[in-house]
């Protein structure tokens, strides 16, 4: 198959676009070869040839240069809503495109197209090489494929599961939000499947291509009792296959965002002031990845923004905690077989033992510290270059059982989920709404509590981790994103129970008054 022009490829798809909310979704005949394989894609069904890359890096290095990549992205997504009862949204979005990268040092020049035409592919290679001025630079003639494992295999593409398959789904988790409790008066579900299609090629010899997928079925609930509404959701998935879609699945999401919701009915506000905080296991990792992990990505620490850009080697937290950020756990949202640089997934140790090892790196900073890239390249679409972002980072398990670290709190609080966080990366200092929590007296979780806001500083944070539990979790949804230079990357997190000695809590008034 030829080049494929942005025109043709929209007026190929156009059928999906129109039927998407009543038929299968499934590409149209210009995609109907394909399936759940990685190689050779973007060659069969967008004539992209080995020559016509070569042909492009020589273009994007005819100013100079270190270096320079193309990457390739094809992007199929689905959304399915069910709200009152009823589907208000069931809609499709295809997206395909090429950008080119040429790196000159520390700096990057960047052209995108949504032509795959020789010609329009050319003219991004040329823009990207603007960012040199100096003699011509040869890409390699012939490139080596990347053999890499595959975290998250597919069957069948996402993109092969039929409306009549997913309906069933989105309606089982209303049915059953409603059957858990009375008070329940309004439900959201929604089934979203994202399957994307990713090629890279670099001026020193490297092709690698992958097909990632990511899914996630959510529910949003809202209770009332009394004349007073509460409301809570949640959501399941990450990059699974569509049969990890199971009636238990319903159940346990159903389950969850009503006892969420029905919860805050008995919650106060606790005492403010500082205080002893225990973190609950999972989804309080966002704290780790907000409050601590940004400042471990290496381009901050390049540039001297990061709290951490002097401290490789130096201790950051007791001996016992350990903090590790991982592109290889089947599954998880995080998890890549190769990052957008083409780099294979693998597993990074930022902390070993109180120690700070390594940053998290992408190839400019790992060039600058003369180490080796370690897969943190990654870019939100084929309109943005690479730059560090985290993949799936979690704090290791400790030798305390929950039930110790909780007993060692005489008062303070338990926090089970936080949302809407603000962290400043260089200094590291954060606030975090608390969504789910108990208070803990003399050693014992009692009231739940809501409302209130946990801050701190991030090292300073990881500097009071002073017990850690046995009971690691990650977690276990597919909506997680991260935003950063004004991208968003899907990113998991995880933590065992934690207790960090003294934290600021903000509540109704201070302990005591």
């Known amino acids: 198959m030829g080049s494929l022009s942005r025109r043709d490829f929209l007026n190929a798809s156009v059928a999906i676009g129109s039927t998407a909310a009543f038929a299968r979704f499934i590409p149209g005949v210009w995609i109907k070869a394909a399936h759940a394989t990685t190689v050779g894609f973007f060659e069969s069904e967008f004539g992209i040839t080995d020559e016509l890359c070569q042909k ?37 979005s295809i997206d395909l495109g090429v950008g080119i990268r040429t790196v000159k040092g520390e700096q990057t020049g960047y052209g995108f197209t949504q032509e795959l035409t020789e010609e329009s592919i050319l003219a991004a290679a040329a823009t990207a090489a ?5 003699t011509p630079m040869a890409a390699e003639k012939e490139f080596v494929r990347i053999k890499t494992a595959n975290y998250y295999p597919l069957e069948t593409l ?27 008066i309004k439900v959201n579900a929604t089934l979203h499947d994202q399957q994307k299609r990713i090629m890279i090629v670099t001026s020193d010899g490297l092709k690698a291509e992958d097909l990632i997928p990511r899914d996630y079925l959510s529910a949003s609930v809202v209770a009332e009792k009394n004349g007073r509404q509460e409301r809570a959701g949640w959501n399941y998935g990450g990059r699974q296959e569509f049969a990890y879609f199971t009636p238990k699945i319903v159940d346990k999401l159903a389950k969850q965002v009503v006892d969420r919701a029905a919860i805050l009915f008995s919650a106060e506000q606790p005492p403010a002031g500082e205080m002893p905080v225990v973190l609950g296991p999972g989804v309080t990792g966002i704290l780790l990845h907000e409050a601590i992990g940004h400042g471990m990505e290496a381009d901050f620490n390049r ?36 990052d957008d640089e083409g780099i294979p997934g693998q597993k990074t140790m930022l902390v070993e033992n109180g120690i700070l090892t390594s940053y998290m790196h992408d190839r400019i900073s790992a060039t600058y510290y003369k180490v080796k890239e370690t897969g943190n390249g990654r870019r939100e679409s084929y309109q943005h270059y690479p730059i560090p972002r985290m993949r799936n980072t979690y704090m290791l398990a400790g030798d305390a059982t929950p039930d110790d670290v909780i007993k060692s709190v005489s008062k303070g609080i338990y926090v089970e989920d936080v949302s809407n966080g603000q962290v400043k990366i260089g200094e590291g200092d954060f606030a975090f709404y608390v969504s789910q929590g108990k208070l803990i007296e003399n050693g014992t979780l009692t009231k739940p509590i809501k ?17 850690i539990a046995n009971d690691l979790e990650l977690y276990e949804g597919g909506t997680g ?33």
């Open 303 to 338: 540039k001297g923004i990061s709290t951490y850009s002097t401290m490789i080697g130096k201790k950051v937290a007791e001996p016992f905690v350990n903090i590790v950020d991982e592109g290889i756990t089947p599954h998880q949202l995080g998890s890549i077989n190769i």
């Open 56 to 92: 492009v890096l020589q273009k994007a290095l005819a100013k100079g240069g270190d270096f320079a990549d193309i990457y390739f992205e094809h992007n199929i997504s689905n959304w399915l809503s069910l709200e009152d009862g009823k589907v208000d949204r069931a809609y499709g």
């Open 451 to 467: 409302d209130i806001n946990i801050m701190g500083n991030g090292p300073k944070m990881l500097e009071n981790v002073v017990m």
């Open 481 to 513: 994103a991260c935003g950063k230079d004004g991208q968003s990357m899907p990113v998991s997190f995880g933590l065992p129970t934690c207790l960090v000695k003294s934290m600021t809590v903000g509540g109704v008034q201070k302990q005591g008054a």
């Open 158 to 184: 996402l993109s092969d599961i039929p409306l009549d398959v997913k309906l069933p789904l989105v309606k089982q988790v209303n049915e059953r939000c409603f059957a858990l409790s009375d008070l329940i």
């Open 130 to 134: 603007t960012i040199a001025d100096s």
